[in-house]
């Protein structure tokens, strides 16, 4: 089993930053790829970003392209996200995902843009 622990989340106003961070625990060796999703309120969960096990390929969806920053610490089993020039449309709860021999999924951190 792993277990995920968001945090990082908050109220920022529109173009501001906020950084989360994904600490991973457990049977971490069994964890591949690593990335957030999103789910705003009526909407599906979506995935805005993923990192290879090694942090060398990422993806981003194109509504988060060149604002948004996935990264991997393999040695503190952690992964961040780092968004800035933050929009009222990215107003959702993150939620951390890691592949392993299952899907793991964090808790979710509560992002509001908001003035």
């Known amino acids: 089993q792993v277990q995920l622990v968001e945090s990082g989340g908050g109220l920022v106003q529109p173009g501001g930053s906020l950084r989360l961070s994904c600490a991973a625990s457990g049977r971490t060796s069994s964890v591949l790829g690593m990335g957030w999703f999103r789910q705003a309120p009526g909407k599906e969960r979506e995935l805005i970003a993923r990192?290879?096990?090694?942090?060398?390929?990422?993806y981003y969806a194109d509504s988060v392209k060149g604002r948004f920053t996935i990264s991997r610490d393999n040695a503190k089993n952690t992964v961040y996200l780092q968004m800035n020039s933050l929009k009222p449309e990215d107003t959702a709860v993150y939620y951390c995902n890691a592949q392993g021999s299952h899907d793991y999924w964090g808790q979710g951190t509560q992002v509001t843009v908001s003035l």
């Open positions: 990192v290879s096990r090694g942090g060398g390929m990422t």
